[in-house]
């Protein structure tokens, strides 16, 4: 059923399947299907369970910053592990831009991170065909004036009244009140909000990049962020950004609800790809880093993942994973680091927590067996494993997704379970186990999901860096709302800094 003007759908009369091509209406969350499915945290699904990859490591694609895993290997790439059938499916389905014919682009919902499927050869890899195979660009926080121009308006339809800087909302488009949300909290986030307004993104443009969207999504973002920061207009429409999404991420043009979360992850790996200074991703060869100290391979994995990856959202977005597994049978143990953009917490059912307690579930220990083997590479057989995955260093920007969604059979539900969260100060020493964060975290904007599997509805709570006050956007609905409001069940995806946002000067018409 096509939800009302606010994006609000009405509940089935009955439960609907769930079908591998398209995602229910409400969480965007996909079915069983035969597509590809994570068995660890950080790894990408072999394509076809029966044709398990178990090649040796000297033919396996190099994961620059993270391990030389092949597609099907267990935890972060040691050894190979069969893909588990109750995991959750990718939620990537056909997206094949700027790749060669048969090859698609993936998303592991677990660790946040993009891998790519031949179908040609019915093998996944890391890193893309090697056929397509500077410094961290700093933001600019000088004292000159952002100018916002009229024309940033035009084609958007804006209407009059607005309420000030940073309190415009979006319209929905049909069931884009997913994406409305997403790009309230983005705004939301002064450093990343403020490179777009003074136009220093213009000069990382990195048209020629396969990966890339020729720089048009950079560019359509930043005429959205110039209008929504004005405060000219109390409500726009989004359609010509929506139509560039469309073009460039078709999984999100059929007019259905999707998951806020997914449209996150495309949206930051689209920016950051059209940004990406690195204009030519050269092969690197994995070196040898066993029994090097984890202080010192984790530098080198985060250099490693430099070479190929630098941009604004690289910068503010992506920490650091250690990921470990230990062989039950010879006590073989493997460590490598990987990059992660996001931390994706399961939720307990029916009871209510706090973030902390999330957060120590997060890293806790657990047996891999069965069909979950990892091939031990001492043992050269598949053996009973111990994973564990731990925070390495955390980005400036911290993303923490609360996993609502799950599989109950072959159907998935909504866990409704109330999240408590501190809005500031949120200490985060205790859970990284390398680089210690130097300072708390605050609060700054979330992203809602009201509703069950059947019929739900999007919004976004964020705090407004020139007033302090906090804003309710429910698509083109805007208000004012009290701290206390933010802390709802709803609550989906937490927006925290580890930097303070300045109150930057705007020189609008």
Request: proline fraction near 7%.
């Amino acid at each position: 059923q096509r939800p009302a003007a606010g994006g609000q759908q009405g509940p089935s009369s009955a439960p609907r399947p769930a079908n591998p091509a398209q995602r229910p209406a409400a969480g965007g969350q996909q079915g069983p299907s035969s597509a590809p499915r994570p068995a660890n945290p950080a790894q990408p699904p072999a394509q076809d369970v029966k044709a398990r990859l178990r090649r040796s490591s000297s033919q396996d694609p190099v994961s620059l910053g993270q391990d030389r895993s092949k597609p099907g290997q267990g935890a972060a790439g040691h050894g190979t592990m069969r893909p588990t059938s109750s995991s959750k499916p990718s939620q990537m389905t056909h997206f094949s831009h700027g790749l060669p014919l048969g090859w698609e682009k993936r998303l592991d919902q677990r660790s946040g991170r993009f891998y790519f499927i031949n179908h040609n050869t019915k093998t996944t890899h890391w890193e893309p065909p090697q056929s397509l195979v500077s410094a961290i660009p700093s933001i600019d926080r000088s004292a000159k004036p952002i100018v916002i121009s009229p024309e940033s308006g035009r084609g958007m339809q804006g209407s009059g009244g607005g309420q000030g800087k940073c309190s415009t909302g979006l319209r929905n488009l049909g069931n884009t009140c997913f994406m409305n949300s997403i790009l309230q909290c983005l705004s939301a986030i002064e450093p990343f909000s403020a490179h777009f307004l003074r136009g220093s993104y213009r000069k990382e443009v990195n048209a020629s990049n396969p990966l890339g969207m020729r720089g048009e999504i950079a560019e359509e973002y930043a005429a959205l962020v110039r209008v929504l920061w004005c405060g000219k207009y109390s409500a726009i429409s989004p359609q010509s950004f929506k139509r560039k999404v469309s073009e460039y991420l078709p999984q999100f043009a059929d007019g259905a609800q999707h998951d806020s979360q997914e449209f996150l992850a495309f949206l930051l790996d689209g920016l950051h790809e059209d940004l990406n200074l690195i204009r030519k991703k050269v092969y690197i060869t994995e070196p040898e880093v066993e029994g090097m100290p984890d202080h010192q391979a984790a530098h080198e994995a985060w250099l490693r993942h430099l070479q190929r990856n630098r941009s604004v959202v690289i910068n503010l977005f992506q920490g650091q994973f250690k990921s470990s597994i230990r062989c039950k049978v010879c006590r073989k143990v493997s460590v490598t680091f990987q990059p992660f953009m996001y931390l994706s917490l399961p939720l307990p059912a029916n009871k209510q927590c706090s973030l902390q307690d999330l957060l120590r579930n997060f890293t806790h220990e657990e047996t891999v067996r069965d069909d979950n083997a990892w091939k031990c590479p001492h043992c050269k057989r598949h053996r009973d494993a111990v994973k564990k995955l731990e925070i390495w260093k955390l980005p400036a920007i911290l993303l923490i997704h609360l996993k609502r969604f799950h599989l109950r059979g072959h159907w998935w539900d909504k866990i409704q379970s109330p999240v408590a969260f501190p809005r500031s100060e949120l200490n985060m020493v205790a859970h990284v186990v390398g680089d210690r964060p130097q300072s708390t975290y605050n609060l700054f904007a979330v992203s809602n999901h009201y509703g069950t599997m059947t019929g739900g509805h999007y919004t976004a709570f964020s705090k407004n860096v020139f007033n302090d006050e906090w804003y309710s956007y429910d698509d083109s609905t805007v208000k004012k709302v009290s701290a206390s409001q933010i802390h709802t069940s709803a609550a989906y995806i937490l927006f925290y800094t580890a930097v303070p946002f300045q109150r930057p000067s705007i020189k609008a018409w």
